[in-house]
């Protein structure tokens, strides 16, 4: 694994998260976004954020993981905040979108973390088969979602392989100012799309070497079977919504 793990990559690691069913890991992120989406409270997405931590926790991943992700996107949080500031939002409202934010971020990481990649194409492409009626080509459009989520760590994997090793040749990236990180980008940009082409066209060979196909039918050694954890979670998720819409009074 790279020395910086990022968003989107696999931690290898056995823990209850890791063996939920992918297809409903994908249901209850869903139903995670429809609630963030129906409440304004700073109370229920204070809750949601409650419990997404607890699944970080349970995930076994080093939550620094998940902590580096926030910092990371620390400008967008600025952004945010000053977005707020310049519409004249309520300071509640504003903690309100930073919540919810960090909410997708950080559930799209435990997602990214636990599901492996053979995992993620079997939990897409099952969901996505309801929508079979429209005559889609499910196989494909899975492997085309999954391999976008995958190559932002493989990007960011090169990229700081590729400005390590500019650095030891004098052209230091992470410790410049704003004008050093902007001449050091340019000198390695080249190469640093020249590896991520490499890397692209060896994963496309191991593919071939494993005789993938997207029109057959593909089999998992792990078996995906829904048990009683997956159940569990999917009813709390459910749960969750159900008691916010009896609160609003819309039920």
């Known amino acids: 694994m790279y020395s910086r793990n990022s968003f989107g990559s696999y931690y290898p690691i056995d823990s209850l998260i890791h063996r939920l069913n992918p297809v409903v890991k ?3 992120f869903l139903l995670t976004i429809i609630l963030i989406c129906i409440s304004s409270s700073i109370y229920v997405n204070s809750f949601v ?3 997404l931590f607890v699944m970080l926790l349970m995930s076994y991943v080093p939550f620094k993981f998940y902590l580096n992700s926030i910092w990371s996107l620390r400008y ?5 905040a000053f977005l707020c500031l310049y519409f004249d939002t309520q300071m509640v409202e504003c903690f309100v979108y ?3 934010f960090t909410i ?3 559930y799209l990481n435990l997602l990214a973390y636990t599901t492996s990649p053979s995992e993620s194409i079997y939990g897409i492409e099952k969901f996505l088969s ?3 009626f429209l005559y889609l080509p499910i196989s494909k459009l899975a492997f085309k979602i999954n391999a976008v989520l995958r190559f932002i760590p493989l990007a960011q994997g090169i990229e700081y392989k590729t400005f390590k090793a500019a650095s030891s040749r004098g052209i230091d990236y992470y410790h410049g100012t704003i004008f050093g990180r902007i001449y050091a980008y340019l000198k390695v940009h080249s190469n640093f799309g020249k590896l991520i082409k490499h890397r692209i066209h060896e994963i496309q060979e191991c593919s071939e070497l494993r005789l993938f196909d997207l029109k057959k039918y593909r089999t998992n050694y792990r078996t995906n079977r829904v048990n009683y ?3 569990f979670f999917l009813l ?14 819309i039920i």
């Open 26 to 28: 994908l249901i209850n």
């Open 49 to 51: 954020l409650v419990l």
């Open 76 to 80: 967008i949080y600025i952004i945010i």
């Open 98 to 100: 930073l919540i919810k």
């Open 104 to 106: 997708v971020i950080e």
């Open 130 to 132: 309801f929508f079979n």
């Open 229 to 231: 954890n997956d159940i």
């Open 236 to 249: 709390f998720h459910l749960g969750l919504i159900l008691v916010h819409l009896i609160e609003s009074g």
